[in-house]
């Protein structure tokens, strides 16, 4: 299996909050090292691999904290066909409304990232399948959450987003998060809404750790007025 992600990659201390961009596609599991460019985001959370890692699975409470995706359906079935691992046996299973590998389902997406402002409309609905839920086995601690996106055909477009939590120290967790598109009309994916995309992949990376650090600092959970967002 390749190194995720580039080593040459460092993370934010935690003073330093959050950091995104475009670079060179990355290898995911699905799709190995194929890709035309990927979106990264990475910040350092005050809170354990486990407790990260069940805020991404746990979507009913995708509305109190994710701007970009707040609301996810699972189908009541799963394709086992896309469970390509296993989810380790220390992981709970069985919770309504929680990701599990095998899980398919359909996320509102919000481009402009105000999910959480009232009266908004979504951008889009996107498929997505879960195919990956482990424990990292690179020497780091820690876990690895991933997904494909569904609804095209592969030469289209393709992406597949990972995200490890690495333990830094007791209680402290390097978040990283990338996904990589590939297929012809990833190019203009990335030259119409590439920019957009680092910015949305930042507040997800932003808003998972204010979700997790609430009460710690004094302050709230990340919210954004109008004024935080342009189409």
Known sequence: MPTYPPTTESTPPPTSGVTASIV????????????????????????????????????NTWKEWNTFCPRCTISPEKDKILATTQTDPSLPIGNPGWLEVGSVATIEVFMSGDGLVDGRKKSRDQGIAITRMEKLDDGRKGFRIAWKSTGWSHWQLHSER??????????????????TFGGVLSIAVKATVGGTLVDRFGDYARDVKAFLEKGKDGSDVASHDESDHHA
Not at 41 to 47: D, E, G, I, L
Not at 167 to 174: F, L, P, R
């Open 162 to 179: 990972v995200m490890d939590f690495v333990e830094v120290e007791d209680g402290v967790t390097d978040y990283i998060c990338w996904e």
């Open 24 to 59: 060179p596609a990355i290898p995911v599991p699905t799709y190995g090292n194929g890709g035309n460019f990927a979106v990264i985001a990475k910040t350092r959370v005050a809170a354990s691999p486990s407790a990260v890692l069940e805020v991404i699975r746990n979507t």
